[in-house]
């Protein structure tokens, strides 16, 4: 993409917003979701569980970037977003083909996406905030919360995890073809570029202390919810071996499966967000 030529040096307060979100980048990183995959130690239903779970995530994700699409009033967010919208489209398909890989019907993914199937509550919470942050947040929020973030560690994530999903080739009802592995593949790949536009971008539209404050934020909160939807979702599936697992069923609420699924640890400052500014968010100001 041109774009990648027109890269500037980072501000100081980049720096700091990495730093910011350091935790909650490595939570994602070394979460049990994450070492499950790499080490082929999730079940083939727990796979089919987080794949029909985020599926309809997946779905609406061009949907968010065609919201923030509306805040653009430069050529260069609005080249990246318009292409970005295209490029989803096509992945949200190679998702369907990877749950298909996996056992799953089409009709059973389509399901959650369109309302006829049960969503796990925490999984619908990652989809309930980047609907709020690309129609109520500013265009520096929006891009920063869904095309850095979230497709930052996406792509960091599928890096890790490309090998241990290919070792489920073989396994009963997994079909390992070109297809099933399309969607990981290319996420280990395209999302390299991606978040560094998208860091441009958010750049660009950055004006003043405090929206460098509620940028920082929006990435944090989408790390955060990414880690929950990820974890709920495929133990959610994991059989009933002990008391307070559970499996899903479709007359089960979301709510009463989000008061089954137990704590889910994450670093400790994660739960000290107080009203205001906290002591890091502070320092850029200063």
């Given at each position: 993409m041109g774009a990648m030529k027109e890269l500037s040096p980072h501000p100081r307060w980049v720096?700091?917003?990495e730093i910011f979100v350091k935790p909650y980048r490595e939570a994602l990183i070394g979460s049990d979701w994450?070492?499950?995959i790499m080490n082929s130690t999730l079940t083939v239903e727990e796979m089919r569980g987080w794949i029909l779970q985020i599926y309809?995530?997946?779905?609406t994700f061009p949907?968010?970037?065609a919201e923030a699409l509306t805040k653009v009033d430069d050529d260069y967010s609005r080249s990246f977003l318009i292409d970005n919208i295209r490029v989803e489209k096509a992945h949200?398909?190679?998702?369907?083909?990877?749950?298909?890989?996996f056992g799953l019907s089409k009709e059973e993914m389509l399901g959650l996406a369109n309302g006829t199937k049960p969503i796990l509550q925490d999984v619908q919470s990652l989809t309930d905030w980047l609907w709020y942050i690309n129609t109520k947040g500013s265009l520096a929020e929006a891009v920063a919360a869904t095309s850095f973030a979230i497709e930052g560690i996406t792509g960091e994530l599928s890096k890790?995890?490309?090998d241990g999903f290919e070792a489920y080739r073989g396994r009963d009802g997994v079909d390992m073809g070109p297809k099933t592995y399309k969607w990981m593949r290319e996420h280990a790949k395209y999302d390299d570029e991606h978040p560094i536009i998208a860091l441009e971008i958010v750049k660009r539209y950055v004006n003043s202390p405090k929206s460098k404050i509620l940028v920082m934020n929006a990435v944090k909160r989408s790390m955060q919810l990414l880690y929950t939807a990820l974890d709920v979702s495929y133990r959610a599936y994991t059989p009933a071996r002990n008391?307070?697992?559970y499996a899903v069923s479709d007359n089960k609420r979301a709510g009463d499966r989000r008061n089954d699924s137990g704590n889910i640890e994450f670093p400790e400052r994660r739960f000290r967000e107080r009203?205001?500014?906290?002591e890091r968010a502070r320092s850029i100001v200063r």
């Open positions: 720096t700091d917003m994450t070492r499950g309809p995530f997946i779905h949907k968010f970037l949200a398909e190679h998702w369907v083909w990877m749950g298909m890989g890790l995890i490309i008391a307070g697992t009203r205001g500014l906290s």
